[in-house]
């Protein structure tokens, strides 16, 4: 499964970051997104639709760059390749992100890390990846 790529813009700001997302155009439709410093797995900072009750459907089980594809994927158990696919790309599953501010969580979203409060500052000098995964997939590098 190929999904379209998202266009991501960062605008560093005095106290964090404004993140920018397009797809074909128009604003993407993105059912999680993660912020994580270089060289970690976990996410500083990882937004999940509202509605989520469970963690994001599938872990990666490689660091290598996003292709887009769900090869290398877990999925959950007795979850197919076609019903994941169905998953990623549902209106309902997903949701509009044409700007993000880092800390304020967006509307049909929820903050699932940090589990309370505000996420960490991004820290000058530091290198983040922020990406989305939805009907549309896309990864951004940055430095704070």
Not at 53 to 81: C, I, M, N, Q, R
Request: with cysteine.
């Amino acid at each position: 499964m190929i999904l379209p790529e998202v266009e991501i813009s960062v605008e560093r700001t005095s106290d964090g970051a404004i993140f920018r997302f397009v797809s074909s155009g128009k604003p993407a439709a993105a059912m999680t997104l993660a912020v994580v410093r270089e060289g970690e797995s976990a996410p500083v900072w990882w937004l999940v639709p509202e509605a989520a009750v469970h963690e994001f459907p599938f872990t990666v089980v490689s660091e290598s760059k996003a292709t887009g594809s769900t090869e290398g994927a877990d999925t959950p158990e007795g979850l197919s390749e076609a019903e994941l696919e169905k998953k990623l790309v549902s209106d309902g599953a997903n949701r509009r992100l044409g700007s993000v501010v880092y800390g304020e969580v967006p509307a049909g979203f929820r903050q699932a890390l940090p589990k309370m409060g505000r996420p960490p500052a991004l820290q000058p000098g530091v290198v983040y990846f922020v990406s989305v995964l939805g009907a549309c997939q896309g990864q951004a590098r940055f430095e704070a």
